[in-house]
């Protein structure tokens, strides 16, 4: 049978504060009033751990909670000070303490759990959550800032395999100097990745080699020498910095940053071919246009109908089937998995190159001569930077929902809270 409870606690139940009591409730202008008090009576002194159930007064504290009926709630709290009754303590009284509102808390720690959560699990504007629990942005983002590691990396985690990748994070500037100049400020940010785990270690500013440097140098010794290879796209910078500060890690760079490199060695000759051929720009009725896609997928993948087409492009234009020829050789290159077949592969291409004059292969052939050690890493370990690369996916939302940060620490509190979720899931 349904016994009636006593009022306050029905009202307890609901509110569902947990270790504390409603003892009235009063709807005022926009928002709610629930005035609590602590369960216990009773309290350890933080001094001397003796408890004490003698009430000294009742100072009224008033913080925020999770909103209530579509409207925010002010908790007025009735706390308990106590006395010390231990003679020989120095403390003469405190005041409670509770899981939900620890020392000098300003919201509940279910609130702040709550905001914690919405602000790691999706990229929202921090003023879009602050505004619908009626907080202020600092408070919010103080809240978030707590919860991540921005001292940088843990250096207790290891790293075998670092990803090094770049964004930019805001839109180019044009600042006005002293002196009446306009300086260009582009803002990049470098993103350091744990490879075999995908989790962020950290976002960091400035011109991608010196950025890079002043990061690894601020690690351990023991723990730079732990790495093993480091993943990169095709920058100077990058190597260059890598190779000084780490000299034993081995490089490896993509695949996907050279198909594309070979890719657009394709469209170059194919657009120059056009001008050659019409005097203008490619159009929809010129079959290498028509088919641009087909010259630059996977040969080996296309079917007989689509193989039958590019044929027929290949066959109409000899420069450019000689552009697809070496595009495809560096593509068999990048399957290679092992040394030997990799200088198979390399000799291939040379000869290749060398047995045409068009200037747009010796281009590209003369970019992967210098990078030919990084490649045959590649090739040996199949290092790819695709999960720092999805991490950068996730800073341009957060940087979208952001409207474009301004401060490189906030948004690099956000990214890495919103990362340490998705490793810890
Ligand atoms: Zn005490």
Redesign the pocket.
């Known amino acids: 049978m349904f016994q009636p409870t006593h009022d306050a606690d029905a009202a307890s139940i609901l509110f569902n504060l947990p270790g504390y009591r409603v003892l009235a409730a009063v709807r005022s202008e926009g928002h709610r009033e629930v005035l609590v008090e602590a369960i216990a009576d009773e309290g350890a002194?933080?001094?001397?751990?003796?408890a004490?159930s003698r009430v000294q007064a009742r100072p009224v504290q008033t913080v925020k909670d999770l909103e209530c009926g579509g409207e925010p709630v002010v908790l007025r709290v009735r706390k308990r000070r106590y006395l010390?009754?231990?003679e020989l303590?120095?403390?003469r009284t405190?005041t409670e303490v509770t899981e939900q509102l620890p020392a000098r808390a300003r919201l509940t720690t279910r609130l702040a759990g709550r905001v914690i959560a919405q602000l790691r699990g999706e990229p929202r504007a921090v003023s879009a959550v602050a505004a619908e629990h009626d907080l202020s942005w600092p408070t919010v983002m103080g809240l978030l800032a707590g919860t991540v590691d921005l001292a940088g990396a843990d250096p207790r985690r290891l790293v075998r395999r670092l990803g090094v990748d770049e964004h930019r994070f805001r839109r180019v500037r044009y600042v006005r100097q002293d002196d009446g100049s306009v300086r260009r400020v582009e803002p990049w940010s470098v993103m350091l990745t744990d490879l075999d785990t995908g989790t962020i270690l950290d976002v960091v500013d400035g011109p991608r080699g010196k950025a890079v440097k002043t990061w690894l140098l601020a690690r351990p010794r023991w723990w730079r020498r732990r790495i093993e290879h480091v993943a990169i796209d095709m920058s100077n910078e990058f190597r260059a910095a890598i190779t000084q500060v780490l000299p034993r890690a081995r490089i490896s760079v993509d695949h996907w940053h050279v198909v594309r490199l070979a890719n657009e060695m394709v469209t170059t000759v194919r657009r120059r071919r056009a001008w050659e051929a019409w005097g203008r720009r490619g159009r929809a009725t010129d079959k290498p246009w028509r088919y641009r896609l087909l010259l630059l997928a996977a040969g080996d993948r296309l079917t007989t109908r689509q193989r039958q087409r590019l044929q027929e492009v290949l066959d109409a234009d000899v420069e450019l089937a000689v552009a697809w020829g070496i595009k495809e050789h560096v593509r068999q290159l990048l399957t290679a998995t092992d040394t030997d077949s990799f200088h198979r592969h390399w000799a291939a291409l040379t000869k290749a190159v060398k047995a045409t004059r068009l200037p747009e292969p010796a281009r590209l052939y003369k970019t992967l001569c210098a990078w030919r050690r990084e490649l045959l890493t590649f090739c040996r370990t199949r290092i790819t930077n695709a999960r720092t690369e999805a991490a950068n996916l996730n800073a341009k939302t957060f940087k979208r929902a952001g409207r474009g940060h301004r401060n490189h620490d906030n948004y690099r509190c956000r990214i890495m809270a919103y990362t340490s979720t998705q490793t810890a899931a």
């Open positions: 002194c933080p001094d001397c751990g003796v004490s010390c009754t231990e303590c120095a403390r405190f």
